[in-house]
């Protein structure tokens, strides 16, 4: 469990790197906001992208854990349980979004692919079409893209729509 003045410097740096992008922001900017030395930053992360890092971690273990947990069921529910799931990781995605240099940290270019084909196949199984492929990256894609294109509004109102148009574009 972080100490309260680490979580404190992820949640300012998280704001900031949502609003600016994370090479737009400098650590004296994140000391500044909290009111702390930046040798005091330095302490509890030795650089930015340690910091990038061990915000993006935690989604990286919860999708870890998603892709590696579940079993093929009801393609409604894995969709909803996955919007969900990058919903709550919708400042991250937003992250990278705004500054693909994070796609670097953890090499996750590579890694998001490789959970976006585990959802696919888990959704729809094996020996798909090059067809079918295609419109499941787009229904997921378009999930995550309505995480952060809405991040404003409440999930519940977001969920249900984003979840109704993958289902359509998967022809479930």
Known sequence: MPSDTKARIQEVARELFVSQGVQNTSLRQISDRLGITKPALYYHFASRDDLVRSIVEPMVEDIERFVSARQPGDPRQLLGDYFEL???HREVITM???????????????????????????LLGPGLTQAQHIRATVAL??????SVEYASLPMEEVKPAAVEAAAAALGL
Do not use: N, Y
Request: glycine residues 12%; positive net charge; proline residues 0%.
């Open 86 to 88: 990058i919903w709550r």
């Open 96 to 122: 990278m979004v705004r500054d693909l240099s994070v796609l670097g940290v953890l090499d996750l270019g590579t890694r998001m692919f490789d959970w976006r084909r585990q959802v696919i196949a888990l």
């Open 141 to 146: 894609g378009g999930m995550s893209d309505c």
